[in-house]
């Protein structure tokens, strides 16, 4: 949740925050605007799950490229340009994206993997790196299937 003069910007991981604990939303809200800050402590046995997460998915971006595959790696990235260089790495025929930026209205969200479909793009939630919750798994289609403006396909596998 991020917080401009006039909007308040909601991604998908907000939307199943608030479903699960609607005072977690007050807090994150809190948090965006500036009143509270944000908590310095994280569980230990997140930052494990977080740290495996990223290991496997770092291998599996590994096995694309070894698939010959073009992989476009975003992660690390945020700020402005972020949407661009997504919009770009799909315009330019990437096979794979990874972390990319997608955005509809006020609605955005990173899906792990954006994997390129017979001219088409799907997301992929590849692990656990980021949110250890099942319902992460459904965040990426969302987006996908808003940005079309109709439902979202299954993920190609």
Same mark, same amino acid.
């Given at each position: 949740?991020? *917080? ?32 509270? @800050? ?55 025929? *990437? ?5 990319? @930026? ?37 965040? =990426? =289609? *969302?987006?996908? =299937? ?12």
């Amino acid at each position: 949740m991020r *917080a401009s003069d006039k909007t308040i910007e909601i991604s998908a991981s907000d939307l199943s925050n608030f479903l699960s604990c609607r005072h977690r939303t007050g807090l994150d809200l809190a948090v965006a605007r500036g009143l509270l @800050a944000a908590p310095s402590w994280i569980d230990p046995m997140v930052e494990v799950l977080q740290q495996r997460g990223l290991e496997h998915e770092a291998s599996y971006a590994d096995s694309l490229r070894e698939q010959g595959l073009e992989v476009v790696d975003l992660a690390g990235r945020s700020g402005g340009d972020l949407l661009l260089e997504s919009i770009d790495a799909m315009r330019s025929g *990437a096979d794979v994206i990874l972390q990319p @930026a997608l955005r509809v209205g006020k609605w955005f969200g990173r899906p792990d993997i954006l994997r390129r479909v017979i001219g088409l793009s799907t997301p992929e939630e590849n692990c656990i790196a980021r949110r250890s919750k099942s319902t992460s798994l459904s965040r =990426g =289609g *969302a987006l996908a =299937g808003g940005a079309r403006g109709g439902s979202s396909p299954s993920p190609a596998r």
